[in-house]
């Protein structure tokens, strides 16, 4: 089966730095999605792992371990625009063409 | 201005009644994707398509039904026979496959 496991919440200071996590159980493995979506709105792409390691752009940066299932996004520098909910997600099915989402990690950034 | 637009923001119906929502690329995308969202819940997928003429069932496909007649559109109807069809829509669009998915901005929809 699949599975994808994300913190419900999270707070953190403006300037700051803060990671989310996200664990992941999937039968076969074709890497894995960050997005990020503002309230109301539709997710926008960050990232796309499929090699182990730590992928860098700008603020942001995505991590992943396949051995352990597990991926974490750091986001640095963190300013108010940052508060939004991230989501992961992993292609699953036949031909990888269909992604399965975790909850999303409702992230606020205070003052 | 290549992008994926769905119509309307928002949409209110009456308990019994069918209704449509709208879905339309221009990115020249083959795979278009429908998901609904519920408050502290991640995106479920409710149908997608490959090409044209073509459509699978994803995980929660009971009481909606779509089609796909041609590669920019791919309409989502929500019909009576769906229990609880209160919910945030979204559409996506990607080449299939890995590649990333785009998403519109999504319809919320109430029934009254």
């Known amino acids: 089966g699949q599975n994808i496991d994300q913190p419900t919440e999270m707070t953190a200071t403006e300037g700051a730095i803060v990671q989310i996590n996200c664990t992941y159980q999937?039968?076969?493995?074709?890497?894995l999605f960050w997005y990020q979506q503002h309230a109301g709105e539709a997710p926008t792409f960050l990232s796309y792992?499929?090699?182990?390691g730590l992928e860098e752009k700008g603020r942001f940066s995505s991590f992943l371990s396949r051995s352990k299932g597990y991926s974490y996004l750091l986001l640095k520098e963190l300013q108010m625009k940052d508060s939004a909910s991230y989501l992961c997600a992993a292609p699953f099915g036949s031909g990888y063409n269909k992604l399965i989402f975790g909850a999303g990690t409702r992230l606020a950034v205070h003052p | 201005d290549g992008g994926i637009t769905q119509s309307p923001k928002y949409l209110f119906r009456k308990e019994g009644q069918n209704v449509t929502l709208s879905c339309e690329q221009n990115?020249?995308?083959?795979?278009m994707y429908w998901y609904r969202q519920d408050p502290g819940q991640g995106l479920r997928l409710i149908y997608y398509?490959?090409?044209?003429?073509?459509?699978q069932k994803g995980d929660i496909a009971e009481g909606y039904s779509v089609s796909r007649e041609k590669k920019e559109s791919f309409p989502l109807t929500v019909t009576s026979a769906q229990k609880n069809p209160t919910a945030f829509y979204l559409c996506a669009c990607g080449s299939g496959s890995t590649d990333t998915q785009y998403f519109g901005p999504g319809t919320r929809l109430t029934v009254l």
């Open positions: 999937t039968s076969g493995f074709n890497g």
């Open positions: 792992n499929v090699l182990d």
């Open positions: 990115l020249n995308h083959d795979a």
């Open positions: 398509s490959q090409i044209v003429n073509d459509f």
